[in-house]
């Protein structure tokens, strides 16, 4: 291996081998095959935040956002993951009883705070989290919720009366760039 002056350094491989590279008090192992890796060769990992990782999802990887998967960890975050391994931003999703990939990169949730239930959008992007719609006191969603390509979210809501008779369920169009139905 050869390392240059640059900027940051770039490592060169110089022939095929094992080699331990160490800086300060870290060290990273580097192999260099002569042809393709093996198979079955780990290319990156990211073991999260430590808390322990519950579930990996693809993202719907896009223009409008980074990740190309979604590590959900057992405390309550989720992390998108870029193709290289990298975590680009985690948000808190504890409150979410259903989490969606959103066509823009990013996640819709259905969450229910404080005995009410929201759709929240996790920018694709930066991560950071914005309610899109709020159901009022006279309706619930029944747990159907679906996300367009375009971005448009579809809920399921059951409708009743203020003194609690049940009225038929409605499907709801979602705005997710401008919120509101």
Partial sequence: MSLSTDDPPVLTALAPGHVTITAGGASADVTVWPDALPAGTVLWSNPGNGSGVSSIVPAVPSASGVADMFAFQADGTVAAITADGLTAWTADVSNANVSLADFQGGLVLWESVNGTDQITKVDG????????????????????????????????????????????????GIDSAAGGQ
Avoid: M
């Avoid at 399921?156 to 008779?165: A, I």
């Fill in 125 to 172: 992007l930066t991560g950071l989290k914005r309610v899109i719609y709020t159901l009022d006191s006279t309706a619930t969603l029944t747990g159907y919720l679906a996300v367009h390509p375009d971005g448009t979210v579809f809920i399921c809501q059951q409708n009743e009366t203020s003194d609690y008779h049940p009225l038929p369920w409605t499907v709801v």
